[in-house]
């Protein structure tokens, strides 16, 4: 039998929020990229819950509901087919490290 090793660099998306930012195997941008794929989730997560099934009449169905609304929200973030995490990451990572400011230029004497 044949044991693979284990990795040495582990996908920013497979870290909790919490180790995020002690992390010192992942770059600024594999952060800031998970860190908006989760918000993306999040907000993902609240417009199923709001456009989901109205109250049922077991708590065990609702549970079932939020499981399922978790997983959805997951994957549609995961697969980046909303684009709002990228933008997000695209803008917080200009926050973040904003572009050189343009020198005017100089005029000849």
Do not use: C
């Not at 109205?54 to 169905?61: E, I, Q, R, V």
Request: proline share 10%; aromatic share 2%; glycine share 6%.
């Amino acid at each position: 039998m044949e044991i693979s090793p284990l990795p040495t660099r582990w996908p920013a998306a497979d870290l909790p929020l919490e180790r995020l930012t002690s992390s010192r195997r992942l770059s600024e941008p594999e952060k800031l990229a998970a860190v908006s794929r989760e918000f993306e989730a999040i907000l993902v997560r609240q417009i199923l819950a709001a456009a989901g099934t109205p109250a049922s009449a077991s708590a065990s169905a609702g549970i079932y509901q939020d499981m399922i609304n978790d997983h959805l929200a997951e994957s549609i973030s995961r697969s980046g087919a909303l684009g709002l995490a990228g933008s997000l990451a695209g803008q917080l990572g200009r926050e973040i490290h904003p572009p050189p400011a343009e020198q005017p230029p100089s005029s000849a004497l």
